[in-house]
């Protein structure tokens, strides 16, 4: 076979070393996927000052970070199956031009409508980008050393991504205007869109099968209809009608999505991929581990804030502070993996992960705390990542090249369900304190947080089973 005509993924298993042009790859996709990862939190901190400048009524503020939600989660997986059928490269760049379009819409928005239409296309955007390029990496890298410390750097980065958005936010409302929230975005999607046609490289698809449009439309509703319901609960209650609704149509779409993909003759996700115990239990372990970092980061810029009175700067300093904590997890994971296994990475990760959220438990009113915050935050932010790396590995492993991008779209489906799901279950248990104080439902939230992480950890030790490489 002729260089040209090589499959990435023929790669030689044992490769370690990244080729020039591999590199040049890994970081156009690295960046496109921290990016993205920013998104998702960059803008909360400037809810506010947006309000005040664009009129927003203070009960519809949320609508901007929940119409980027609703897209991001509930289109993944569609976009994953799409850029296994019609090219994963093709999709990542049209996603990418999105991105820089709707975030120019972003910046320039004069009025709350337009600012909404702008994130619903930003979170379109993310859909379709991080499956695609998370296939291109787990098709271009194969399962060994190599793969695993590709898939290590890029959890760190998107990990630290949500972290650093929250910081990076504050930072630029405050020195400059929330609009350049959104204009970074455009000088990073220009740059991607003029290095990325030249280094980025994948097998042709050959016969491309049709696709499972009923399918596609019922798994995107009903994953609509969760994220919705979750995110209603978290601003309003589990027992209010727009949560539980929605969450219960999602129930049912579901059910509606298996029968259809049971009688389809080209589904939209083929039942023998979630039938592979690796698969489903990883995705089940990467909605946990997004789900309670996330959330606690939640909880921890309340306590900073609220309890212990810190401004926005030295809250920035103590969560920059878990934010390297998860770039150096996601640095170590590989090597973690490497010697044992990602099964293993994942228990090491959540025993950590809980073992260092527990004693938050305890906090106080006292000053005294915001050592000891930042330490535990800083050690489970390494562990958390470690086991994140772990379950991406996990849940791509074994599954055959031409369903990476399904596998993919599972994995940046869990991902961002988990970062939608965390918060407001946290909220709930901290308004159910409230009467009591701030502090007692803090203290309730985050014992439950790393309980809820030990507890992960003993179910993935006792349920899952890592499959033999696949043969490409």
């Known amino acids: 076979m002729s260089t040209k005509t090589e499959a990435p993924e023929e790669i030689d298993r044992g490769q370690t070393r990244l080729t020039a042009l591999q590199r040049l790859a890994l970081a156009v996709l690295l960046t496109a996927n921290f990016t993205l990862a920013v998104d998702f939190s960059i803008l909360n901190v400037a809810l506010p000052h947006i309000g005040r400048e664009l009129g927003f009524p203070t009960e519809s503020l949320q609508w901007i970070v929940t119409s980027f939600a609703l897209c991001a989660a509930g289109f993944t997986l569609l976009f994953g199956r799409v850029a296994d059928l019609f090219g994963r490269k093709k999709l990542f760049l049209i996603g990418i031009v999105l991105l820089g379009v709707a975030s120019l819409a972003g910046g320039l928005a004069q009025d709350p409508t337009l600012l909404i239409i702008a994130r619903v296309g930003q979170g379109i955007a993310t859909a379709m980008v991080t499956p695609a390029a998370l296939s291109l990496m787990t098709t271009t890298f194969p399962e060994g050393p190599a793969r695993s410390r590709v898939l290590g750097l890029n959890g760190a980065l998107m990990a630290a991504g949500f972290t650093a958005g ?3 936010g504050g930072l630029l409302t405050g020195a400059v205007s929330w609009r350049w929230a959104f204009f970074i975005n455009v000088v990073v999607a220009v740059a991607v869109i003029l290095v990325a046609p030249f280094v980025l490289r994948e097998k042709p ?42 969450i219960l149509a999602a129930a049912i779409l579901f059910v509606v999505f298996w029968a259809i993909e049971r009688k389809v003759a080209e589904p939209l996700v083929e039942l023998s991929m979630l039938r592979r115990g690796n698969v489903a239990w990883g995705n089940i372990t990467g909605l946990l581990a997004f789900g309670t970092f996330t959330s606690l980061v939640f909880l921890l810029t309340l306590y900073l804030q609220e309890i212990l009175g810190l401004g926005a700067i030295s809250t920035g300093v103590v969560l920059g502070v878990l934010g390297i904590g998860t770039v ?34 305890f906090a106080t009113e006292s000053s005294i705390w915001v050592v000891p915050v930042a330490i535990l935050s800083f050690i ?41 799901l965390g918060t407001p279950v946290m909220s709930a248990i901290l308004a159910s304190q409230l009467a009591a104080g701030m502090l007692p439902g803090l203290q309730l939230a985050m014992g439950v947080n790393g309980i809820i992480a030990l507890a992960s950890a003993v179910l993935i030790a006792i349920v899952l089973r890592l499959p033999k490489p696949a043969r490409v």
Request: glycine fraction near 14%; proline fraction near 6%.
């Open 166 to 168: 929250a910081v990076l």
């Open 328 to 361: 150096l997890g996601g640095l170590i994971a590989p090597k973690i993996i490497g010697r044992t296994s990602s099964k293993t990475a994942i228990i090491i990760g959540l025993v950590v992960q809980g073992v260092m959220t527990v004693p938050l438990f």
């Open 205 to 246: 698809t050959g016969n491309r099968p049709k696709l499972d449009v009923p399918g596609a439309i019922t798994v995107t509703l009903a994953l609509v209809a969760l994220v919705f319901g979750i995110d209603t609960a978290g601003h309003a209650d589990w027992s209010h009608p727009g949560a539980w609704g929605p």
């Open 380 to 420: 489970g932010g390494v562990a958390n990542l470690v086991a994140i790396v772990g379950y991406t590995v996990t849940s791509t492993a074994a599954v055959p090249s031409h369903q990476q991008g399904l596998a993919t779209g599972l994995v940046t489906m869990s991902q961002q369900v988990g970062i939608t």
